[in-house]
């Protein structure tokens, strides 16, 4: 008996346990690997994927010059995986191979850049370089990436919601810079 895919299409047992494997793969960090194992090009947001689901212990052997490009089955697949040893490199210095710090610039710049990856479109990189422009731009929300600003003024509160609880909410959680210096524009 099959599983039914979402298109449609009556699946096996063995596609079954396929999108299991991949889907167990893409949480691991293991899609770039997959894919490559299937002799098929890695997408940039595969090689983010490596990245953004690596503990400490896994970066640490990321960044040893010698063990990333050995061991890919695709040519191409060997320059991009090359990438990923200064890439690891980066996030265990800025995480001082915390877990607890590698995993919150793992879920706030890393695991949004590798979904913003895996839409088609005309944002995606071509080059190995590219793609460390984008991860360096996502780890540093001051500096601005092909994306725009990581982080973006909050408005003006004050302005907006006028002086009554949410913008007392508001001031408290985003601080004196989300409320305008103005008096609000009062209705007539």
Avoid: C, K
Wanted: no cysteine; hydrophobic share 45%; proline share 10%.
């Amino acid at each position: 008996m099959g599983i039914r895919r979402w298109w449609g299409r009556r699946g096996t047992a063995r596609d079954a346990a396929v999108l299991v494997e991949d889907a167990q793969a893409y949480l691991r960090g293991g899609m770039a690997r997959r894919l490559d194992d299937r002799r098929r090009p890695v997408p940039a947001w595969a090689w983010v994927n490596v990245l953004a689901h690596a503990r400490p212990e896994d970066l640490a052997t990321l960044a040893d010059p010698g063990s990333v490009p050995v061991g890919w089955q695709v040519a191409a697949n060997r320059v991009w995986g090359a990438v990923l040893v200064p890439l690891a490199a980066e996030l265990l210095v800025r995480s001082a191979a915390d877990p607890l710090v590698l995993r919150r610039l793992q879920w706030h710049a890393l695991i949004p850049l590798e979904l913003r990856l895996a839409r088609p479109g005309p944002t995606m990189p071509g080059r190995p370089d590219q793609l460390v422009a984008r991860v360096r731009a996502a780890l540093n929300p001051s500096t601005t990436g092909p994306g725009g600003p990581a982080r973006r003024p909050a408005p003006a509160v004050g302005r907006n919601l006028g002086t009554g609880r949410l913008n007392r909410v508001a001031f408290s959680i985003l601080g004196p810079a989300s409320v305008s210096s103005g008096a609000p524009a009062r209705r007539s």
